[in-house]
């Protein structure tokens, strides 16, 4: 008979919980960010066809000029294919693919990087280049080619082939009756004709490729997720090493102080008198008959908190009182929020006895 439940997971390692933010912060440190590449490679050929579906007709001029310039410039083919012929040519023609290439290549480097920092955000880490020994295990590369994900990948990759080949095909069949019109074009026209066919097929493509990214993206979060899952023991041992690291305890320590301090020195005004040593030590008195059986403690403090606990009186016009073995006893054996004890009955009676004396309560 089972007489209580046992928790396997403390013993099998099984990774069940959501990764906590430390594990998120390591896994991002070391560059295991979520990113789907399908994104990226599908937005970089959408803009770079429609940079070069803009910039036809600057394609076309220079390369009208280039050839124009060939043309009047070379006397005869002897000059052409002499030294300081191909010089020329090959300036001329590192020009023209400068001109052309630069502005797609351009368009192409900014849609990659920010389609990389919407995803990933800001992360520079030199982490995934540090050479790990474990990547030469060869049970380790096993375990990866027998894995799922290179199946996945070969999966995408044929279902990108597939979609890619069924957009082109399509198009082609409607586009067949034109295509038979292309012999009876001129040049200029079978350029364009074809440049639009292709800028069209290229936009279909990037479309269905967009589709198919989103999922991947989806699936990449899947993945991403699984990866991080840690298992309750690792979720202990993180939080102990949370709890042992001391200048994490000296921070929680040192914020605990100041919300302390904050809320004390919020109770100052309420109090009914501050007894001061008078330069070292203050503590604030409050006593209300209908709210509490004995004077309580709102605040105390020593050297510059108690210069401060006497300013804040002032400010209110609160009576401090002068009594140096008193507010040394009070401070030494009172908590702040406890009662003042039996025996400093009679001494705290009489200093608020003067107090209501001075603000003629009695």
């Known amino acids: 008979m089972l007489l209580f439940k046992i928790d396997l997971q403390l013993f099998n390692g099984e990774k069940t ?9 390591q896994a991002r440190e070391e560059g295991q960010v979520l990113q789907s ?34 043309l009047l410039e070379t006397k005869n083919m002897d000059d052409l294919f002499s030294v300081g012929g191909m010089h020329k040519l090959f300036i001329q023609s590192t020009i023209l693919t400068v001109k052309i290439v630069v502005p797609i290549l351009g368009v192409a480097f900014v849609v990659g990087l920010i389609c990389s920092y919407m995803q990933v955000g800001f992360l520079f880490t030199t982490k995934p280049l540090t050479p790990k020994f474990s990547k030469l295990n060869p049970i380790n590369g096993l375990k990866k080619f ?16 597939c979609a890619v080949g069924y957009i082109t095909f399509s198009y082609v069949i409607k586009q067949s009756k034109n295509i038979l019109n ?19 097929i290229a936009f279909r493509a990037a479309m269905v490729l967009i589709v198919l990214a989103a999922i991947d993206y989806l699936y990449q979060k899947w993945e991403h997720e699984k990866e991080l899952k840690m298992s309750k023991q690792e979720i202990k041992e993180e939080y102990k090493q949370m709890e042992g690291d001391p200048q994490l305890k000296s921070k929680i320590k040192e914020k605990q102080r100041q919300m302390s301090m904050g809320r004390m020195m919020q109770d100052v005004p309420n109090a009914d008198v501050i007894i001061t040593n008078p330069t070292h030590y203050a503590i604030a008195i409050r006593y209300d008959s209908t709210l509490e059986d004995a004077p309580i403690v709102l605040a105390k403090g020593k050297d ?9 009186a002032s400010e209110n016009d609160i009576v401090i009182v002068e009594n140096k073995p008193l507010a040394r006893s009070i401070y030494a054996t009172v908590d702040i929020g406890d009662y003042i004890p039996p ?12 107090v209501y004396r001075i603000k003629n309560i009695y």
Do not use: C
């Not at 510059?304 to 804040?312: E, N």
């Open 17 to 25: 919980e959501d990764a906590t933010p430390k594990k998120r912060q």
């Open 37 to 70: 590449r399908e994104i990226n490679s599908a937005l970089i050929l959408l803009f770079t066809f429609w940079v070069l579906s803009l910039m036809g007709n600057y394609i076309y001029h220079n390369f009208m000029i280039f050839t124009k310039n060939i």
């Open 146 to 161: 027998f894995s799922m994900k290179p199946l996945v990948e070969l999966f995408k990759s044929l279902v990108k082939i």
């Open 182 to 200: 292309v012999m009876d074009m001129e040049i200029l026209q079978i350029t364009g004709y074809l440049g639009k066919t292709i800028v069209n």
């Open 304 to 312: 510059l908190i108690a210069q401060k606990i006497k300013t804040i």
């Open 343 to 354: 025996d400093l009955y009679q001494a705290v009676a009489e200093v608020l006895a003067y």
